[in-house]
């Protein structure tokens, strides 16, 4: 099968990777890829957001399979365009892509289905923010209503900050507060069938215990073996299932990856979020312990046709991923420090480099974005895993370097 993968960040370079792994796959590109990726990959000069170039360059390398990674694309209708060409897609048409691409379309939604959810008013005028945030009390949760690439969530005590959080976003979304740990639960669909993957945990705040602004992601470890036995099948039923029939039923089907985002709270499962795209780290980690193919589950869902294919395999062990993030990231990462010491983190046994802000200058890898790359690590426990990725982590430099030292380190207790 000749695959296609549409992004450049981590997800892409992990996904790219694992079908390159893939004995299904004969060829893998990318637009517009990495330096990282196209170590083994095609490269292509192209703009992921244009729907039309990307179906003429999936046409043009006779892609089977197209996959649209991030967000943005998938929100502007890019999968649709492939799609229109009579070419297999995996990635949710723009219509679905709402559920990620607006925060209040997600609430609508899980209001429709059932689904639990922390309660939530839409505001946009700053008199309903103050009522919202009175009539929930601190905590503060404020959210702007569009795609922020995960920065657009102000959790405060601080009612001012709460305020002028909210004064900068055009509507915004005031939640109750949600206790207990995070969970992400990732689920191919065809818009039918739902086949969940393995739960994962990731660590938002850019600083060590849990400090400091939220982030795409500073780092993720699966499978998380304190989460409740019945957790996936709880989601699936109560969560997955009822939000892919509801939005089937709305004539906006969802075939691709849906992302539940969940607190496991004192009263039961919550929905934080939904995405509409594999997340950032938590897809290396979880990539990294898939045992059986990727293609061909994502060729399934993207012709549907899942409900035929086999559940995916797991590999014993545990995966730690460790974003290394650039000088200043989140506020104001700098571009232009070159990395070195990758090829030696990836000489170490088990462990993969997935790149993510890199750039080539005149042949040397420098920075080009927030998260840099990042460090994964399989190991037989958590305690391997995590001291074989910051064992890699520690092989790469750059000027400004920073990433959390305690990813995976302290995880929940056991909850049943
Ligand atoms: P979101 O973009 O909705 O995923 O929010 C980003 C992060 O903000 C989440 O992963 C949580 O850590 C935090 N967050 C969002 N909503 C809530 C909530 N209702 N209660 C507590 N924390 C939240
Ligand atoms: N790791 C969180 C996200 O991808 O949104």
Redesign the pocket.
Known sequence: MRTLVIGSGGREHALALALSRDDGVTEVHAAPGNPGIGTFAELHDVDPMDGAAVADLAERVRADLVVVGPEAPLVAGVADAVRARGVACFGASADAARIEGSKAFAKEVMAAAGVPTAMAHVCEKPDEVADALDAFGAPFVVKDDGLAA?KGVLVTGDRTAALAHAAGCARVVVEEFLDGPEV?LFAVTDGETVVPLMPAQ?F?RAYDGDEGPNT??MG?YAPLAWAPTDLVEQVTERVLQPTVDELRRRGTPFSGLLYAGLALTSRGVRVVEF?ARF????TQALLALLGSSLSRLLYAAATGRLAGVEAPRWLPGVAVTVVLAADGYPESPRKGDVISGIDAAQELDGVDVVQAGTALSDGALVTAGGRVLSVTALGEDLDEARSRAYEGVHRIRFAGEHHRTDIAARVPVRSE
């Open positions: 995960g992400s990731d938002k795409g992601g993720a995405n997340g950032d780290p938590e």
